[in-house]
Structures are given as C-alpha cells and as structure tokens.
C-alpha cells in the first residue's frame, strides 16, 4: 500500500510541476519591482564595393578599399523602476546606465561610451503596446535624438494569446527602416513553445528576413534563436537571435555585402519593491 501511495503522490508531483502543456503569453515586466535589462548587438561582415574607374579613385582616397571588413559592436544596459499592473495600464520609468559602441570598419576603429543616469524615460503598456509617455529632453535635440532612439523593442507588437499550447506558433515582425539612406526590410520571427518548467515557458525561434519592394537596398537572410518567458508574471526573462543577412544596392557604385548579426537581451537583478 505505501508503494501504491508513493506511485500516486510521485505520478501527482510529474503531472503539477512538469505536466503543464499550456501558457497564458503576454509581453510585459514584473510590476512592483526594480530590474537592469542588458542588450547586445553584434554584428560581423564583408562588404564588396565596385563601381567606375573615378568612383573607385574617390573611395580609395577616402581611404576605404573595395574589399571590406566590418565588426560593429554595441550594448546597452537600462535600469527601470515599475508600478502596479491594472487591466488596461501599466506604467514604468527607465534610464540608460551605459551605453558603449565599439566599431572596426576595415581596420578603422571607434569606441564610444555614455551614461545617462538623469536622463529618466516614462513609458507604459497601455491596452497590450508598449508606448514611451515621456521622452528624453536635455536640451540638447542631438542627444535627446539618440537616447529616444535606443528603446527599439518597443515597436515589438507581441501578441496576446491564451491558452498557448506546446507545439504552437505565433509570429512577430520586427521592421528594419532608414529613410534617410532608403532602405527598409522587415524580420518575419516565428516562435515556437517547446516546453514548460514551472514558470519559465521555453520557445525556439525561426528569422525569414524579408525585402521591402521600394527599397533601395536589396536583402534577404534567415536565422534562429530561443526565447526564455516567465508565464507566472509575464516578462521575457531572455532572447538570443542570430541572423544571417545578404545585402546589395545597384546604384552608380555597386554594393554586395554578408552580415552575421547576433542580438541578445536578458532581465536581471530583480528585486521586488
């Protein structure tokens, strides 16, 4: 009988702490609470210029060659301080703790590095978007520009889903536009819920990148990733994605290039309030 007991509360135990094959998703952060969220971009590439004779003499004098390597790399680090969560509003604060780029463009090398601990954004989740209720303003406009340039997750539309099985899929796209140099493409991302532990949800991700008809930068590529969800309270706890990227332009000097990019994103040092 005490075998038969055993096998029962043994059985129970599998069913409650591993046998969960559905999740509630929905994007947010955990309220109440203090936390650093930590981003990285890394991205390595080739880059082939040709073009006519003159254009070739010109690029060289700028001292670029038509062969070229490319290493771009930046992080960014934001503290935020979050309230209660209500049905239809959740509010928070942030600021950039450090942000630090370190670019080798063909042997040519920047670093820079800033903090902005004054600077304090206020933004919320207001009917399931992320919005930015009160941007950067230092006076400055070159400064408010980029700090207010850096929350891109925020253009991220995760959808709302209940009941999410294991085996099922949502899509999110992320778009990629720079008016200024004319090309846009956007990142179809598949995830997919692989299993559950407790209250973490794990997903694999999938990346088509697809070209927009009206750029002027013609690319494709595809990638993978996984995600880690915290279910219980509802925030991405981390995100890793790699993406292979091919890119040309056809204009009067020819560009042909190859990109592997890696993006990471993790929530840590949470404490409660």
Known sequence: MKKILLLILFSFLQITVFGQDAINFEFSFPENSRFTIEQKVDNSGT???TGTKVEMENLKKSGYNADRKLKYLMNYSSEYTTGERTSDNFSFEFFYSNVSFDI???GKKQNREWAFPSVILKAGIINGKLAVIQSAKTGSS???QFINSLPRYFTTDFPKINNLKIGESFIVKRIA????????????LKYTLKKIENELAYFSISVIVKNYPESTLNSSGNGTGEMIYNHKDKFIQSEKIKIN??????KTVNITATNVIISTYELKNLVRN
């Not at 536009?177 to 179809?188: K, L, M």
């Not at 990227?245 to 056809?250: A, K």
């Open 245 to 250: 990227l091919s890119s040309s332009q056809n």
């Open 47 to 49: 880059m082939k210029i």
């Open 177 to 188: 536009n720079n008016q200024t140099e004319g090309y846009s493409f956007s990142g179809n």
């Open 142 to 144: 070159s400064q408010d």
């Open 104 to 106: 080798d463009s063909d």
